[in-house]
C-alpha cells in the first residue's frame, strides 16, 4: 500500500482558530447557495454550529465577513463581503502553496530512498 501525505493547516489568532479549511468550506458554500442554513446542511454541520464559527471568525479578524439577511416574505439570505472573498483566495493561495512544497518534500523524502 502506498504512502499518502496527508496535512492540514489553519490560521489563529492568540492561540484562538480563526480560519481553517472548515471555515473555508462554509464560507464558500454560503457564497454558492445564498444562505446559511444551506450552506450549514451542504458541510454537515448545524446551522448553530454555523453561525457560530461566522461570529467567532468576525470577531477575532475584526471584519465583517457575512452580511444577512432575515427572512421575510422574499426569504432570508447571505452573501459574502468584499473581506470575504479576500480571505478565501489568500486562503486558497497558502493552501496550494503549502501543498506544492510538502508534495515536493514528501517526493524527496519517501520516494528518492531506493526502495
Known amino acids: 500500500m502506498p504512502i499518502e501525505l496527508r496535512s492540514k ?3 489563529e489568532i492568540d492561540g484562538e482558530t480563526v480560519f481553517g479549511s472548515g471555515r473555508r468550506a462554509l464560507l464558500e458554500e454560503i457564497d454558492r447557495r445564498g444562505s446559511i442554513n ?16 461566522i461570529q467567532s471568525m468576525e470577531l477575532r479578524l475584526g471584519k465583517k465577513l457575512v452580511i444577512r ?7 432570508g439570505g447571505a452573501r459574502l463581503t468584499d473581506e470575504a472573498q479576500s480571505l478565501l483566495n489568500q486562503y486558497r493561495q497558502l493552501e496550494k502553496g503549502v501543498q ?16
Open 69 to 75: 439577511q432575515a427572512g421575510g416574505i422574499n426569504g
Open 100 to 115: 506544492e512544497t510538502l508534495d515536493r518534500k514528501f517526493i524527496k523524502v519517501f520516494h528518492n530512498q531506493g526502495d
Open 9 to 11: 493547516i489553519w490560521l
Open 38 to 53: 444551506k450552506a450549514a446542511k451542504a458541510i454537515h454541520i448545524s446551522f448553530r454550529k454555523a453561525l457560530s464559527y
